[in-house]
């Protein structure tokens, strides 16, 4: 489990870059926490620096959306979808666990 | 329609080829490109690939799958002669010919050259082709590299080189880079990048001629209009575009910087559309990945209807990656404009900038804050087009 921040240093709307290898970004949308692999499958932006519409975050770059509760890549030009990873809080305390290369959303 | 002929077979080419499917477009669909490589993305080319953090199997713009789904055939390695839209024939090298009932033109650009013959050593940077033997002369050791200009591809170039631990001038015969794209301050900004790098810029100087010697004809250094002389083993230049409209002489389409055409990428013949590099869509002719990417859309659909339905009116936008800055800009930057920093500080090579006219904001420009420019994007996309498209 790899801590991230506290759950109130993380309202609705905001990401988190986690600078694991590869790094993880953390959501915050609507209510409900998501994590995905940062960078994005197209080429190499963060998509914690993203702009997150629902449950959508589009690239900063090119524009590709991404579904954060599957990882799926919505519109061109990314094809490829993004790792999820499963998001825990914890005495105020956010928490993910990065999912082994298997558990790819293909 | 029952037939379209895709001319180019790049970025402008493959979105309007899908789009024409996505549309319903059921018909027979041709590709042609002179290029014998799949469709392929080049922004890379002057960044990662010539680095070699990435390799070109990883720059194609469509998988194995996708290519499949769109059921097109491909005449790849062929170039597109002519166009004869009374008979709605494209010719092709090797006087073959290709009779459809629908053009989407997207032959890109090519880069401008120096005058003469090229010396071994000497590249221009447009293709994977070019990069590839660009990253050849820079993998056998360091060397002395020279770029003429210092517009964006060549800033990108003399970034990758310093990366690499070559030696890099750029020559800019401007005052400074950059200018018409971003205005004086900011191109000073842009241009200090290369002191931050040890990468020297010398501006105000034009370039009189090569240099080269040898069996292999090899470049040996470059001459500069003011007479001095700039040793150099590599020599790369990046001094501008060229829309490829040659082919097109004769056809009767208006061709003048650009295919021209209305603002739903039409031309006067409804059976023949233009987009990306090559397109004079509206007046203007741009030169950026997001631009050729959304007029093939807008290309498609009115290829389709038969007239122009929709037009094709959203926001410029292009990006630059130089020396680990990602530079963004969107908008529409007329001179005079004034900049103002929003956020952060170009002493950190990272801030928010928007330039202003009449307290009205006309574009947006962003060095490493990817998140808050796309904001400004956003709301600046927003006021410029309210009206549906
Ligand atoms: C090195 C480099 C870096 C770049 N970096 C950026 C960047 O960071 N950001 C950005 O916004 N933009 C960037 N661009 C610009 C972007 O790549 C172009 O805007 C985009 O490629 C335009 O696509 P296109 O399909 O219109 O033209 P092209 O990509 O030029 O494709 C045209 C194709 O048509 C073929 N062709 C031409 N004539 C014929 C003919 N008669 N018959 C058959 N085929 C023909 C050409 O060989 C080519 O394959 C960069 C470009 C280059 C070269
Ligand atoms: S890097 Fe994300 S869309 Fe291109």
Known sequence: MIPVCRLADLPTGESVRIDTAPPIAVFHAEGQLYAIDDTCTHQDASLADGWLEGCLVECPLHAAAFDLRTGAATCLPARRAVRTHPVTVEDGMIYVQHAAEEGTAA | ?389
């Open chain 2, 1 to 389: 329609m029952k037939s379209v002929a895709v001319i180019g077979a790049s970025l402008a080419g493959l979105y309007a080829a899908r789009a024409l499917r996505a549309e319903g477009f059921d018909g027979r669909l041709v590709i042609v490109g002179d290029e014998s490589h799949r469709p392929y993305d080049r922004p890379p080319l002057s960044k990662d690939l010539l680095t070699g953090t990435t390799s070109p199997d990883r720059l194609a713009l469509a998988d194995a799958e996708e290519i499949a789904e769109l059921d097109a055939e491909w005449l790849l390695g062929t170039e597109a002669t002519g166009l004869d839209t009374g008979g709605r024939t494209v010719l092709l090298d090797g006087g073959r010919t290709l009779a459809t009932d629908g053009v989407v033109i997207a032959t890109g650009a090519a880069p401008r050259r120096l005058p003469g013959p090229a010396p071994a050593g000497a590249h221009t940077l447009r293709t994977l082709d070019d990069a590839q033997a660009l990253r050849a002369d820079l993998t056998r050791g360091p060397v002395r590299v020279v770029v003429i200009g210092g517009g964006f591809i060549g800033a990108e170039v003399a970034s990758s080189c310093a990366t690499l631990g070559h030696h890099v001038t750029v020559v800019e015969a401007a005052p400074l880079p950059l200018v018409p794209q971003l205005g004086d301050t900011m191109a000073t900004i842009c241009a200090a990048l290369h002191a931050d790098h040890g990468v020297t810029l010398l501006t105000g100087t034009g370039v009189a001629r090569l240099h080269s010697e040898g069996a292999g004809n090899r470049v040996t250094g470059v001459e500069l209009a003011d007479g001095r002389l700039l040793p150099a083993e590599v020599v790369v230049t990046g001094i501008g575009v060229r829309p490829r409209t040659a082919w097109l002489e004769g056809s009767g389409l208006p061709l003048d910087d650009g295919v021209r055409c209305d603002a739903g990428c039409v031309t006067p013949l409804p059976q023949v559309v233009a987009v990306g590099d090559v397109a004079r869509v509206d007046g203007i002719r741009a030169e950026h990945w997001t631009s050729a990417t959304e007029q093939a859309a807008t290309a498609a659909h009115n290829l389709l209807a038969g007239r122009t339905v929709t037009t094709h009116r959203s926001l410029p936008y292009f990006w630059s990656d130089q020396y680990g800055v990602r530079i963004q800009f969107a908008g529409r930057r007329l001179p005079g404009d004034t900049p103002r920093i929003l956020e952060g500080s170009p002493d950190d090579r990272s801030f928010l900038a928007c330039y202003e006219r009449e307290g009205r904001t006309t574009a947006v420009l962003a060095l490493n804050r990817p998140r808050p420019f796309m904001g400004q994007r956003r709301a600046l996309a927003r006021a410029a087009q309210p009206a549906t498209t």
